[in-house]
């Protein structure tokens, strides 16, 4: 016993050193698992604080080009009103709809929050964003959902504190999305590279698909988080991958990252039940 | 200033420089990420008992962690640093008791060449560490030797910098040993 606490004694440095390693490295690598309960909820309020405050600083010296973004946005939006169409054929018939459901009335399925950016990265492998909008605003807690800026996506909500969130940046490593081409409509995996953070990979698409440099390239309909057609950049780059059948495409992001101001975080209202119908056949796999 | 008010500064205005500059600054290459705030465990005094040394690294690392959402990361490769130090310090050292006739490394208490080759291994282990970590997540190996040796030419430049922007004046004291 007493050989024991000498040499606890004698090595007490070395094992402190071996203690904190692997306090770090057990936060390090059990982060996707549990960063929800003891990383975000205290911690993520004081570090939102504190980028609060230096956001409101810097978000003078951007607000040229988020005012541009807005804007661009709203000229989009402005030209779907529907009393800025005519109709095109006044000849048409009117036929009863005979069916109960009012297929009139749409169901909303993406509902909009808007959540201002108080301090995100683009100089890492693994970006985050944290949004000044949490619990305590309306953004329901335990689910991933879809964040986009008024350019394209963005990212995806990692975890939702009182009044803060965290949001995993599109330039993540562990980010992928489901992409098509505006044209084709062939699909793929968007995933970034970690080496420019103004360009994104997009990989399987055929060689059958005609792309041209400048195309767009949007969210797919079989994306979780996303409603089809929002922004994720335009081809900048072909490269013929002559190992397989598959173009990689480089894309130029949709979103300026590095003057990111204000997302929007959509809330799925139909998650719980499309969950409720795929998971029977997830866990068959 | 007492050593304690100076360092608690210290360690904010690392934290802060690092978190709301540095990283701040558009990446010249994805190679390239210049670390300046371990520089604040290298400054701390020469008598700070190891223990506490690697228990406020720690606390130092893992409050950088938080801002940039990467936990343990920069906590690990900051104890790891602390470690060493006493180690490198030992070696280089250019006369007994040098260590106690100062009050913590500088250009002044070490010498020019001396000081820098401490920081050097400093850097470069702290560097490696740091991007081992990644590595093991993602990455090649010319992802690890790169990243690893482009991040310490432009830390030390940094660091360089510091050094003569912020000369330290380091009083020398006769009556302790």
Redesign the interface.
Known sequence: MRNIFLFIRKF???L??LV??I???????T?NKF?QAI?MNT??E??GR??ER?NNVEYYFRLKQTNEALSKQNEHLLNLLRQDYEGADTAARYITDSLKVDSLVKVQRFRYYDAKVV?S??????N?I?IHRGANQGLPRNKEWGVVSPEGIAGRVVSVGDNFS?VMSVLN?QFKVNSMLKKGGETGPVSWD????QYLRLANIPKSAKVAKGDTVLTSNVSDIYPPGIMVGTIAEIVDDKSSNFYILKLKTATNF?ALQYVYVLEDLQREEREKLEDPYKKGK | MSTLVKNTLRFILFILVQVFVLQQVPPLHRFITPYVYFLFVIWLPFNTPRGWLMIISFVFGLLLDYFLKTPGLHAAACVLVAYVRPFVIGLLIRQEGDDQNYASPSIVSMGWAPYFTLVLILTLLHNSYLVFLEWMQFGTFWFFLGKVLATTGVSLLLILITELLFFRKEKFRTNTV
């Not at chain 1, 306090?23 to 690598?29: P, R």
């Not at chain 1, 990265?121 to 693994?126: E, G, K, L």
């Not at chain 1, 970690?194 to 953070?197: Q, Y």
């Open positions: 007490s440095n070395f402190l050193f904190l390693q306090i770090a490295l057990y936060f390090l690598f982060y960063h990383f911690a993520g004081l570090t504190v980028s230096y301090s990265f683009v100089s890492m492998q693994n985050y944290t965290i490593r970690g080496d420019n953070p590095s």
